[in-house]
């Protein structure tokens, strides 16, 4: 740190002047800082913001408080936020203090000391002796990337590529400087400075290795610069390169795999030889296996690459007629084909899981929605469903049923479709005056819940609140 409790010569030589001064002035208030030992210029940041300025003073009454204020290239003062004051002797102090998060970096700050009385010290001068040194805030202090992390870069003959510092993650501020606007870069090309780019973005024209770091002047941190981008020439098609985020063969699940073509200028991509519209960045994401292509402009010429992506997923078909309309006592066998490992096979009837149905059949016998989902376990873990509705023939099949079978292929109050819709309204009752189920848009799905047989089956009313009217009845649930 910059508090040292031996005198140097420098001390010594201010705190006799103060005596020889005091003896001659005896009411004149005066203020010598102390050399900043150790200290040569303030890198702040956000995991390092506290110095240390000792001076001593003579003819202040007592109750004076003192402030540390940086002074910029016009002398102008800049308030810093007090963090202790240490009390050395009767007419020595040494304040701890931070710089304003909000420090516009220069070369060339000041520090003096100031009273609550208004006195102000000469500049204290640093380890050097300079009485003007670097002040910095660094509000981004760690590593960045640039060029999508790619570490890669072609461009072709004359022409050129542009290698920005990437955003970062969304609503994270600390994910990249790019967030920062003021910030200002220093980019190389081979280990050696390029004069005059300061921007985040940069537009190479030639081979070479490139990176970036931040530019706050003499607390410019090399450490904390960004990934180096080797930027080489294009010579043939051969220039461009596809890889897939989950390899290929992919497990086609989720959001897909991602595909990352070289880094270029401009792209379009193509999947079995058609264009795949508004497929322009440099990166693509898909589910489906295909042979992918994407042709990128490196600035002044193109180039295209390949890869025929493949799925280690499964594949599968159902052989019903969605919206199949069953007449009265008819049935129907569906069947689902499958290439999945050891498939699973679950059955659905209006969302309901239908009990002991596993196989790759089911017989139809009622109308509803009905779904069934295809699971694999092993090696691609993945999954299908195909949804089919089965319509019901007119006449019979609009009688309102009142028995429920619980251990029947269908174990729901199962009405006809025409009473399944926004504006009818459905209520059932229990025997004892319970509202079970008030709800419109019923789907069939009644009853959710185990049924308190007791000795005897037991007995529901409904209401049917519709456009057409209203219908009353009772319900028998059997076991």
Same mark, same amino acid.
């Given at each position: 740190?910059?508090?040292?409790?031996?005198?140097?010569?420098?001390?010594?030589?201010?705190?006799?002047?103060?005596?020889?001064?005091?003896?001659?002035?005896?009411? $004149?208030?005066?203020?010598?800082?102390?050399?900043?030992?150790?200290?040569?210029?303030?890198?702040?940041?956000?995991?390092?913001?506290?110095?240390?300025?000792?001076?001593?003073?003579?003819?202040?009454?007592?109750?004076?408080?003192?402030?540390?204020?940086?002074?910029?290239?016009?002398?102008?003062?800049?308030?810093?936020?007090?963090?202790?004051?240490?009390?050395?002797?009767?007419?020595?102090?040494?304040?701890?203090?931070?710089?304003?998060?909000?420090?516009?970096?220069?070369?060339?700050?000041?520090?003096?000391?100031?009273?609550?009385?208004?006195?102000?010290?000469?500049?204290?001068?640093?380890?050097?002796?300079?009485?003007?040194?670097?002040?910095?805030?660094?509000?981004?202090?760690?590593?960045?990337?640039?060029?999508?992390?790619?570490?890669?870069?072609?461009?072709?003959?004359?022409?050129?590529?542009?290698?920005?510092?990437?955003?970062?993650?969304?609503?994270?501020?600390?994910?990249?400087?790019?967030?920062?606007?003021?910030?200002?870069?220093?980019?190389?090309?081979?280990?050696?400075?390029?004069?005059?780019?300061?921007?985040?973005?940069?537009?190479?024209?030639?081979?070479?290795?490139?990176?970036?770091?931040?530019?706050?002047?003499?607390?410019?941190?090399?450490?904390?610069?960004?990934?180096?981008?080797?930027?080489?020439?294009?010579?043939?098609?051969?220039? @461009?390169?596809?890889?897939? *985020?989950?390899?290929?063969?992919?497990? $086609? *699940?989720?959001?897909?795999?991602?595909?990352?073509?070289?880094?270029?200028?401009?792209?379009?991509?193509?999947?079995?030889?058609?264009?795949?519209?508004?497929?322009?960045?440099?990166?693509?994401?898909?589910?489906?296996?295909?042979?992918?292509? @994407?042709?990128?402009?490196?600035?002044?010429?193109?180039?295209?690459?390949?890869?025929?992506?493949?799925?280690?997923?499964?594949? $599968?078909?159902?052989?019903?007629?969605?919206?199949?309309?069953?007449?009265?006592?008819?049935?129907?066998?569906?069947?689902?084909?499958?290439?999945?490992?050891?498939?699973?096979?679950?059955?659905?009837?209006?969302?309901?899981?239908?009990?002991?149905?596993?196989?790759?059949?089911?017989?139809?016998?009622?109308?509803?929605?009905?779904?069934?989902?295809?699971?694999?376990? *092993?090696?691609?873990?993945?999954?299908?469903?195909?949804?089919?509705?089965?319509?019901?023939?007119?006449?019979? $099949?609009?009688?309102?049923?009142?028995?429920?079978?619980?251990?029947?292929?269908?174990?729901?109050?199962?009405?006809?479709?025409?009473?399944?819709?926004?504006?009818?309204?459905?209520?059932?009752?229990?025997?004892?005056?319970?509202?079970?189920?008030?709800?419109?848009?019923?789907?069939?799905?009644?009853?959710?819940?185990?049924?308190?047989?007791?000795?005897?089956?037991?007995?529901?009313?409904?209401?049917?609140?519709?456009?057409?009217?209203?219908?009353?009845?009772?319900?028998?649930?059997?076991?």
């Amino acid at each position: 740190m910059i508090q040292k409790t031996t005198l140097s010569f420098f001390k010594v030589f201010f705190l006799i002047s103060i005596m020889f001064f005091a003896k001659g002035n005896l009411h $004149a208030q005066t203020i010598v800082p102390a050399q900043l030992d150790g200290l040569d210029k303030l890198c702040a940041g956000s995991s390092f913001n506290e110095f240390f300025a000792t001076f001593s003073y003579v003819n202040f009454p007592e109750g004076t408080t003192f402030t540390i204020e940086l002074l910029d290239s016009s002398n102008n003062p800049i308030g810093t936020t007090l963090l202790q004051t240490i009390d050395v002797s009767a007419t020595q102090k040494t304040i701890k203090f931070a710089v304003p998060t909000t420090l516009v970096g220069s070369e060339t700050y000041g520090l003096r000391v100031k009273s609550s009385g208004t006195t102000t010290s000469t500049r204290f001068r640093n380890s050097a002796g300079n009485t003007s040194f670097p002040a910095y805030f660094k509000v981004y202090e760690t590593t960045f990337s640039i060029n999508n992390k790619d570490t890669n870069a072609t461009i072709c003959a004359g022409g050129n590529i542009t290698l920005s510092v990437d955003s970062g993650t969304t609503g994270v501020p600390a994910s990249s400087p790019v967030n920062y606007p003021n910030l200002k870069y220093i980019w190389y090309k081979d280990n050696v400075v390029i004069a005059g780019q300061s921007g985040k973005t940069l537009t190479v024209n030639a081979a070479g290795d490139y990176f970036a770091t931040i530019d706050y002047g003499s607390c410019t941190d090399a450490n904390f610069s960004s990934n180096h981008v080797t930027v080489g020439n294009s010579s043939s098609s051969g220039a @461009v390169t596809i890889s897939s *985020s989950l390899g290929n063969p992919f497990c $086609a *699940s989720g959001t897909g795999t991602v595909l990352t073509a070289t880094s270029g200028n401009k792209y379009q991509w193509k999947k079995d030889g058609a264009v795949i519209n508004g497929a322009t960045n440099r990166t693509y994401s898909t589910n489906e296996s295909g042979l992918y292509s @994407v042709e990128v402009d490196f600035g002044g010429c193109s180039a295209t690459g390949t890869i025929n992506l493949q799925s280690n997923g499964f594949d $599968a078909s159902i052989d019903v007629q969605d919206g199949y309309k069953l007449s009265e006592g008819e049935t129907l066998s569906v069947n689902v084909t499958t290439d999945a490992a050891a498939p699973t096979f679950e059955w659905y009837l209006n969302n309901n899981l239908i009990s002991g149905e596993t196989g790759s059949s089911y017989t139809v016998s009622v109308k509803g929605n009905y779904k069934v989902k295809i699971s694999q376990a *092993s090696g691609c873990v993945a999954t299908k469903e195909f949804s089919f509705k089965i319509n019901g023939d007119s006449g019979p $099949a609009s009688v309102i049923p009142n028995i429920i079978k619980l251990s029947g292929m269908n174990p729901y109050w199962n009405i006809p479709d025409e009473y399944k819709n926004a504006t009818t309204k459905v209520i059932i009752i229990s025997s004892n005056g319970d509202k079970v189920l008030d709800v419109v848009n019923y789907q069939g799905d009644w009853p959710q819940s185990n049924i308190d047989f007791k000795n005897v089956n037991p007995v529901y009313y409904y209401v049917i609140q519709s456009d057409t009217g209203e219908k009353k009845g009772s319900i028998t649930v059997i076991k």
